[in-house]
């Protein structure tokens, strides 16, 4: 399991001062968000990719169109990742995946606005293989339907036995990555943003959550 840090930002100085920092602590994988990339273009994947050459990028790209165009423009500008959206039409989402593998981009394909994921997720299944599926419950949606992060949970998991990798996302904490650590099941990735982003010292949270799903895991297992 690995955290990857989502830097839903819309500040390319802060962005890449972040990276160098979390990346001293041991950075695996860092977002370039989609309102980063909004402001920037895809210029600022490649300026996180140069802040930290070692650690895999993901341009949150949310791709709705033009599947192998934008799957293309993610690698040109050092993408190891290319996000596009689950919620779109499927030709779009086997453009995506099959350019993506073509030009050594891994493509996960992300959840967020599905009614039923894990339904969505096979139907998918049956037509391309990506590598990765993103079970993401949206801020809005917590706030104003109750769902609670155990049910993100439970739907990654059935996901993940269809033996395709998953990660999770939407407003997770260490509470939330002790509660996975502790669960015994395993999640190939686990997005926090604003927890790290937002805290006085984003190298410290970054170092005590890193830290909370490594020992929690090992002592589970």
Known sequence: MKIQVALDLVDLRRAVE?????????????????PLIKMFGMPAVSAL???CP??????DLKTADVGSLEARMAREFGADWGTVLGATNIETIEEFVKEGRAV???TAVDLIGVGDPLSRAREILQKVRP????VHLGIDVQRRTGLRFENLLEVAWRL???????????GITEREVELVARSGKLIDIIIVGRAIV????????????NKILKLTNSTAL
Do not use: H, Y
């Open 54 to 59: 070692r650690a895999e990028v993901v341009a």
């Open 18 to 34: 972040l990276t160098r920092e979390l990346c001293e602590a041991g950075l695996e994988v860092v977002e370039a968000g989609t």
């Open 49 to 51: 990719k140069t802040a």
């Open 131 to 134: 590598d990765l599926f993103v």
């Open 160 to 170: 993940r036995g269809e033996g395709v990798g998953v990660a999770i996302a939407g």
């Open 104 to 106: 050594g981009l891994k």
């Open 198 to 209: 937002s805290d006085p010292s984003p190298k410290t949270k970054f170092i005590m959550i």
